[in-house]
């Protein structure tokens, strides 16, 4: 009642009125989801790796002594049952949906903050429940009723300070965030990344690490610092952090858009290969998914497509649109179709395919990302974009989606392992992880131009040299490059093996990878594997 | 008498109404407005210059990283010209050459520039997001260009075959409007053994090494790499670490520079490296 009354008083002059806040959160979300995922007993010890260390536990296996930080190892010494499993962001955020569903149905607005953790303004559950406690209560039984899994509650005044209250499952009483937060140790800055996509996790690890060795063991002794002092040190982080330890600054957060109901299906009778037939359809179930889109006040900027044979054969991608033109859509799903025909009836023989098996019997369209209006409006100072992606749109439709390849950077040791091209439009998806370490990697400067080659490169002797993952046996004189003439080589790099996978067939690389210079100046970058020389960079 | 007849000559350079006004106009100051007229409407009707504002505009060079910008005549990238690359490391040196483009928000293409590493490319200082590749035949690459010529800042073509004088009158004329710069990288012998990657062998064979393609209208620049030395392969115990390239431009005289250094960046040579300044003479044998 007491948080009623002081809203009634209205904001004292020269602070804003407090905004309650109530984040609900999943203990240990990456170990419940990982457990989820491998079907495994409640009871079972789960921990999760990245990068050779445990980032996550459940109950059991803390029980037994695993804790987060750990490498692999230790955790296995400590527990030799525990189900290891990688991070997975997919499979934790895929999950965290059936919890998403039964707050659409519970609470009016909501943000999910992260896999396994959301805020709700208090405000929003004032008018259907009498006081915090009893929100809480009923919030928790739904929850609980329809996903099976704990939920911490934490109740206080900014993002930030719930978040940290849920920890605990406290509630900070209107007015104590501020003593709160002063107790709170400095490692608690790490619950920042969920409110702000923006901050760099390196960037922040280091800096609480910094503030520890300085004896800043606690937010209070860092908010008690002088803004000039931090702003001279520590720049733009240190200003943020500190306002987040004061209980001020709250940003905005983009509230949860429900996607319930918006699919359109578009049943194809009878199923067609042909394409203009397809981009026909698409064209009016675009025009239908839009229009529920617009009535919900929203804009939809991905789009994806789905298109299911009729025997039962699927594609899926997904498109980003500039703008809502159902015209746009008609033509992504005519692209779509023609590169999945061509390469689907390709490896398999047409005598052998049924009649019914032709062509393309259900066309699906699913609004992937939904925006407020505003967010997606192009500002005024990115020059030129709408006409770049026009250009790029129109040699699209001439050379195909594919046609048109927006660079990216992923995980890898090879240069061409670490390219990742996306079509102009699409979301792009990386099958190997940047951020996870690649020992073995070839190291800069990186070749300029990527080949795929098979080359000779042959001794003195005439031999074709032999590399071992000790070295090479003989000394390269000569590079034949079949078709482009033969290099003598003067000079060549220590020779980088690569092995790794040995435990599944599937990931398995075994190779030398070595830097020739020939007598022209030229340099390349060979590969061997297999027991054969293939040229796989030129640095151009 | 002869400056105030002058001055209003010039006064009415712009004035397209009558002249009934004009006290006493003599011959000679009507022949200098008809010829400033003459040169009004030329900067206006061929070489797209509407405003004198826009002229100040066209001179002022698209901006590239410090160790390249004394390669050009005016410190970068020329708007609305072309600019010819070629020797072996042109295609560094043209990504090198968009990166400060890119970074500044404008958008640079490449075309038929096969796969090029995006890890280099990233360590050039190319603003990936900024740029697209385009993977279209080799003989559409002239109607890919003027596709793109009108909304891209900074495209880096090799072309699939050399343009006819019509054709490249055209993009010439395409580039002056939009103020897109093209950088036309030579047929090589390293495209060539990309060609000879993608295609078939016998492509290769038949267009062995050819010479620099024909001038194009309209591009004043034109860089070539000499030679390129590479440091660090320590017979067989190191790595590559840096090269050293020397280049000759056609305006500016001949250059060292460091591409890529031990982080795959430009750099200029270290001082003590630096030779004579551009356009001394040498004495190159003792007679």
Redesign the interface.
Known sequence: MREQLSAQRGPQPGESAPQRVLVLVVPDWPALAAALEADALPTAPVAVLHANRVVSVNAPARALGVEPAMTTRAARGRCPDLLLAPRNPDAEARLFASATQALDDTVARFTVLGPGAVSIPAASLRHTHPDEAAAVEHLLAALTESTGWEFLPGIADTHFAALLAARTATRVAPGGTRAFLAAQPTRAFDAALLLDETLDPQALAELVSVLQRLGLRTLGAFAQLSPTDIGTRFGPLGLRLRDLARGVGQRGLRDHSRADDLVVEAPLEPPTPRTDVLAFRARAAAAQLFDEVRRRSLACTQVTIRLTAAGGQVSERTWRLEDMTDNRVADRARWQAEGWLTSRTAPRPAATSDENDEGIALLTLTAAELAAPLATQPSLL????G??A???E??QG??GP????????QGGRD??E????TP?QQAPRPDRDPEAPWPGAI???????????PVELLDAAGGSVVARSSG?DS?PATLR????GTHRIV????PWPVETGWWEPALRQRRVRL?V?AED???FLLCREDGQWR?V???? | MGDTSALAAFERVFDTGGMSAAPSPLTASAEAVTEARALTQRLSRSLGIPTASSLLDQARPRPVLPALARLFARGGLPQGEAVQMSG?????LA?ACCALTTQD?G?CAGIG???????????LGVH??R???????AQ?WM??TS??I????VLLVAPGFSASAGERARIAAKLRDSRATLILLGRT??T???S??RT???A??TAPALPAAAPFPGSSEHVTVL????E????????????VLRVHSARTGEHTLVL?????AAAPVAPAHSDVPAGTLRLVRDA
């Not at chain 1, 670490?418 to 091209?421: A, D, E, K």
């Not at chain 2, 520039?113 to 490319?121: D, I, K, N, Q, T």
């Not at chain 2, 740029?131 to 035949?137: A, E, G, I, S, Y």
């Not at chain 2, 030679?227 to 590479?230: A, F, L, R, T, V």
């Open positions: 990115d020059r030129g974009s006409a770049v026009h250009s790029l129109r040699v001439l050379f594919d046609s048109v390849l927006v660079p990216g950077l240069p061409q670490t390219n990742l091209w102009w190291p800069a400067p990186h070749p300029a131009r990527i080949l795929s080659t090479l000394r490059i079949p078709g482009a000079d060549h790099s220590s830097q210079l100046g030229a340099a040229l960079g030129e640095y151009a | 072996r490391s042109a295609l560094s990504l928000g958008w520039l096969g796969e090029p590493a995006v890890s280099a490319m990233q360590d990936l997001p740029f697209v590749c385009l993977d279209t035949p559409d109607r890919v596709i793109l009108e909304s891209f800042d012998h390293a060539a053994l990309t000879a990657a078939s062998p016998s290769a064979r030679g390129e030395s590479w660090g392969t320590d017979e067989g115990s190191g790595r590559l670490r840096r090269r890529p250094d031990p982080q795959g």
